[in-house]
C-alpha cells in the first residue's frame, strides 16, 4: 500500500526505538505483552499503544498502565479500521529511528531490542530479524532463518524460503526496521497485510541481519484467523480477496525474474497461507450447512480464477492441489476435481504433471529394487545461479565430459539454454529439468550421484532409500554461496547429522569448509 510521503524527523532526544502495538478488544492480554517490553533490556524506546475503537475495557487499561511510565503513549482510532491501518497510524506517529511492531497477544523476551539493534548497528542492516517460538497450549514449536547476512540484490527477493541459507520471516512482529524504510509505504487493510507488503520493504534494503535466537513470542493460544473460532461466512469473501491481494507483489515482474534468475522457490507463505485458511473452514465444517458448504467452495473457486490470472502455473498448481480435499469434505469431490481440471486448461498435460509428484511420492520404496547402472552419473545442482555454476560438481563434470563410457546427466533447476552457457559440449552428455520424469527415472537408475547442494529438501533426492548400490558423492559448494553475498554461520546445516546418512562420499574444496563439516558432523572420517 503506497502512501503519501511522510518522511519522519528524528529530534535529538527521540527514542531509538519505537514499538508499535495495535490492539482491538484486547484488555485480557494486552497487560503482559506491555510488561514484556517495558521490561527490555534496552531501555530508549517508546511504545506507541494504539486502540482500534475496542468495545471492552482495553481504552482503560491501555491508560491506566501509560500513567506508570512515560515512554508510554496511548493513541485512539476514530473508528475500528483494522490492524494495517492501526499500524500506519503508529508509525506516523513514532519517533524512533527503528520501528518494532508487536501485537495484543504475543510478548518479546527481555533481550529482544537490545540483541536486534547491537545487530542492526554491527553490520549497519536495514533490518535485523529473530527466530520465532509459536505458543500453544500443550506445546510449543520454533520458527526461523538460519544466521547471517542478506546482501543487495538477494534481499529483495528471499523471503520464506528454504535452502538452508539466511531468509527472512514473512510477518511484521520478529524484526526492527529502519524507520524510513516505511517513508510513503504503508501495511494495505488487509488480512495477510505482512506478507503483501514484505517485497517493497525489501526492496528498499542494501543489507539485512538475521538471527536464529529465539526472541520472539507468538501467541496461537488467542490468534484470530489462526485460532479456534468459526470463520462467518459473511467475511469468508474478505479473507479470500485478502488472500489474492497479499500474493500479486510476489507474482510481479520484478520479483518473478529474481527467483527464476536465483534458481529459489517462490516463498513459502503465498501457499502456506491459503492452505492455513482451508485448514480453518475445515475445523469449522460441521458449523456450516450443505448449502452453505456449496456457497464457499463456490466463492473459493472464483478466487482461484483470480490467482490463476496472476500466478506462474506451476504455483497454480499448487493452490489447486490444495483444494482438491477441502472439496471433498465440503461434499462435492466429483464435481470438484472435474472443475479443477477444466480449470487447468488441457488436462493430459497437466495430468503429467501431477504424475511427477505422485511418482516422487513412492520414490523411496522404487529405489530399493529399481537396478542401478554404475555408467550412469547424475550432475546435481547446477542452475541455481544465473551467473555460473557451482564450482566442485563443475570441475568433477570437467573431468569425465570426454568419457563415452559414462552417460553424464545434469539436472537442472532453470533452463537448459542458462546452463549451456557454462558448458563445453561433452561426449554423451545430456540435460534434463528437475521437476521430470525422466529425471526421476534417471535418478532412480543412477549408479553415481554428485552433489554440490544438500538433499534434505531437494526435489526427487528426498525421497531416495538408503539402502541402494548407489554412490551419493555430497561436494561441499563452499565459495560460490559466498560468491553471491549470502554470509552464513557455522551451524547453518543442522540437518546434515541425518542427511549425511545418504552420502557416500563427502568433499571438502577449503580449509574452512573442512572445519564447518567438521564442527557441523564431528566425523572427520567423512572428509577426503
Known sequence: MIMPDNAMTHEKNSPTISVILPVFNGEDTVTWTIESVVRQ?????????????????????????AATDSRIRVLENDKNRGP????????????????????????????????????????????????VRYVY????????????????????????????????????????????????????????????????????CKKIVVTDDVLFNYNKRFSGLTGDKVVPLSKIDWYLDSLVDSVRPYFEEGFVELVKKWGVGFPRCIIENYKNFLRMLAKSEG???????????????????????????????????????????MGEPGRGRRRIFGVLG????????????????????????????????????????????????????????????????????????????????????SFVHLKSLKALWLMLRAGVLITGYSLHNVFGYRRLSEKTSRKIVQLWHGIPVKKVGLEVDEGLEKHWE???????????????????????????????
Open 41 to 65: 533490556t534496552f531501555k530508549d524506546f517508546e511504545l506507541l499503544c494504539i486502540d482500534d475503537s475496542s468495545t471492552d475495557g482495553t481504552l482503560d487499561k491501555l491508560r491506566a498502565v
Open 84 to 131: 494495517g491501518k492501526t499500524r500506519n497510524y503508529g508509525v506516523e506517529n513514532a519517533k524512533g529511528k527503528y520501528l518494532a511492531f508487536i501485537d495484543s497477544d504475543d510478548f518479546y523476551e527481555p533481550d529482544f531490542l537490545e540483541k536486534l539493534y547491537r545487530l542492526a548497528i554491527s553490520n549497519d542492516a536495514d533490518i535485523a530479524q529473530s527466530a
Open 137 to 204: 497450549n500443550d506445546k510449543d514449536s520454533l520458527y526461523g532463518s538460519p544466521s547471517g547476512l542478506i546482501l543487495g540484490e538477494h534481499c529483495k527477493y528471499r523471503i520464506d524460503v528454504d535452502d538452508g541459507l539466511p531468509f527472512v520471516n514473512p510477518q511484521a512482529w520478529n524484526k526492527i526496521y529502519k524507520a524510513d524504510l516505511f517513508d510513503g509505504l504503508g501495511y494495505a487493510p488487509i488480512c495477510y497485510e505482512d506478507a503483501q507488503i514484505l517485497p517493497y520493504l525489501l526492496s528498499r
Open 287 to 329: 458449523e456450516y450447512s450443505a448449502p452453505d458448504k456449496r456457497l464457499i467452495v463456490e466463492k473459493i473457486r472464483i478466487a482461484l480464477a483470480k490467482i490463476e490470472r496472476i500466478a506462474p502455473k506451476n504455483i497454480f498448481e499448487e493452490y489447486v492441489r490444495a483444494s482438491e480435499s477441502f472439496y471433498s469434505l
Open 346 to 429: 488441457s488436462g493430459g498435460r497437466r495430468l503429467s504433471s501431477l504424475s511427477v509428484i505422485v511418482l516422487e511420492s513412492f520414490f523411496s520404496a522404487l529405489d530399493r529394487v529399481v537396478p542401478k547402472s554404475g555408467a550412469i552419473w547424475i550432475f546435481s545442482s547446477w542452475g541455481k545461479y544465473a551467473d555460473h555454476t557451482l564450482d566442485n560438481p563443475r570441475a568433477l563434470y570437467e573431468s569425465v565430459k570426454s568419457n563415452s563410457s559414462i552417460k553424464k546427466v545434469v539436472i537442472i533447476n532453470s533452463s537448459s539454454e542458462a546452463i549451456g552457457r557454462h558448458l563445453d559440449d561433452g561426449i554423451n552428455v
Open 498 to 528: 541425518n542427511e549425511v546418512k545418504k552420502y557416500s562420499i563427502l568433499v571438502s574444496s577449503s580449509d574452512c569448509d573442512k572445519n564447518i563439516w567438521l564442527k557441523a558432523l564431528a566425523r572427520s572420517s567423512q572428509i577426503e
